[in-house]
């Protein structure tokens, strides 16, 4: 085992993020870089993953064993990090912690990490000494990826953002409820829908019987239809009436971008979950300073970053490639419909997609770490 290397200890590492992170360490060879040892919480002691240091894993809830390594990285929830985090810090390890969950993202003391915007603020919290870097919400990372552009000119005064997030962003088990509930539907009047002559209205009012609830629809973890529906409301209520997922567009979009007092930028819109699988995509109604050039603006969204895919403002480019099916698995940002609005000179329309799994969540970790070592080479 070389003294030079970082040890590395994974937490989370099967999850549905997890599994994504691990995949692109691999790609990536980023678990060359590290002595990595995983950690479980519940099968310590079985065989441990390629690229590990170790044969075996290590127990998760052991704070001696976590104390031993210079990062952790944790995709394990929220849950974990509320039980372990303290608890180390308390026994005083002054590790590097890096999180996927939510529960230390406001922390004053805490950075939020997206490096293609805001790469200068990563670099200042390790020089000052900081322990805690996190991945923002995914809605809200895929939105600022997609915005880079007019957002490090300064040009952008206020965003109102609806989005439209796929299953995956709720777990993995609510992507297989979707499937379910779609399955169910076809399975409930396989025979009319595949009757050509079989009566539209008639289908329909079956159908619409089964989503209202007279039938075994397949509801339990969503709480509601999905499949031939949607669902407006994500996370739990605020006081102001928003959901905590619109919340955390303002307050986390604010805090990657480093700004404070009157430099932040407003925020709002509402969240809704829809029938796709994976991938998020979001509708944005964006408000500029001034009046916009569009060709200009164009420019400034295409050349952001290498991960923009700008799609032309077609019939033919948006339904070949707009779509959650088309970005999914991808690290490409999808931007398009972009065009002036009748609200005024300075209001332009973007309709983005991008894969919460890898975006949204496990690249930006990804990239943290090895932004890490080469800020502390």
Known sequence: MSAEKLKLGFIGWRGMVGSVLLDRMREEHDLEHFDTVFFSTSQHGDKAPEGSSEGELWDAFDCDALKKMDIILTCQGGDYTSRMHGELRKASWRGIWVDAASTL??????????????????????????LDFVGANCTVSLMLLALAGPLKAGMVDWISTHTYQAASGAGAQNMKELLKQMGHLYNHEAKLIEDPKSNILELDKLISAELQGSGNYPKELFGAP????????IDSPMENGQTREEWKAMVEGNKILGLTGNQKIAVDGTCVRIGAMRSHSQAITLKCKSDVDLSEFTELIAKAHDWVDLVPNTKEATLERLSPAHYSGSLNIGVGRVRPMNLGKEFVNIFTVGDQLLWGAAEPLRRFLRLYLEVTA
């Open 226 to 233: 999905l499949a031939g529906s949607l669902i407006p409301w």
């Open 105 to 130: 993202r406001m922390k004053e003391d805490a950075c939020l990490v997206l490096d293609p915007l805001n790469k200068g603020l990563i670099k200042e919290e390790i020089h000052k000494g900081t």
